[in-house]
């Protein structure tokens, strides 16, 4: 990796916010894609995590790496990083954290990579009931749901919001995915979801199966 890009990365991971908004902005001007400007804030943000997890982090640095993203985020929009497209372009994927889960760095993160390939992001944010999921399905005809679950706790909701989308009739119609440090193959199966990763990168890659 080249130098500039590991300093993004020990930035971001070092929660330097000044320091990693400059380097985002020098490295596209230099003419990095986007998409690896996302994908160095990325292996940034899983450090912050796996620092969380040795407790040399508080839920404070993962409140503050967020803030950080979101402000490269805005970096890159600002610079035009991302396609232009109207409300009514793009194929629409809803995202959310479901019911419990108040964490939304990974499903950020999947965010912007969806908006970089073209896609139509219906982001509803944190703790999202069940009902909610399926309302913003049936409102924006999206077949794609995408779920982050960052603690156990969430998955019930997880489950129940499947159960919503049987109980409705269009489960056959939408490809659920899961993501995020809690997800796994367990949870996949028993919940009935169709797809799961830790990689935010696999969720453009589950998108573009579905449409094969």
Not at 158 to 179: D, F, I
Request: glycine share 10%; net charge negative; hydrophobic share 45%.
């Amino acid at each position: 990796m080249p130098a500039a890009e590991e300093r993004l990365v020990r930035a971001v991971a070092d929660l330097e916010e000044e320091r990693a908004l400059g380097l985002a902005a020098r490295l596209l001007r230099e003419g990095r894609e986007p998409l690896r400007v996302v994908e160095l804030c990325r292996r940034g943000l899983q450090e912050v995590g796996e620092r969380y997890r040795r407790r040399e982090y508080y839920l404070s640095a993962l409140i503050m790496s967020g803030e950080i993203f979101r402000g490269i985020m805005t970096l890159l929009e600002e610079e035009g990083a991302f396609p232009a497209r109207s409300a009514e372009e793009g194929e629409a994927v809803v995202l959310g954290a479901p019911l419990g889960d108040v964490h939304d760095i990974g499903k950020d993160i999947v965010a912007m990579l969806l908006r970089c390939h073209g896609y139509r992001v219906l982001d509803l944010g944190v703790n999202v009931a069940p009902r909610r999921f399926l309302d913003a399905l049936e409102e924006s005809g999206a077949r794609a749901l995408g779920m982050s679950v960052l603690i156990t706790p969430a998955y019930e909701s997880v489950v129940e919001t499947v159960r919503e989308l049987e109980r409705s009739g269009v489960r056959s119609e939408v490809l659920v995915m899961l993501g995020g440090g809690a997800a796994s193959r367990r949870l996949c199966e028993h919940a009935g979801a169709d797809a799961w990763s830790n990689d935010a990168m696999d969720a453009i890659r589950f998108l573009e199966g579905m449409k094969g």
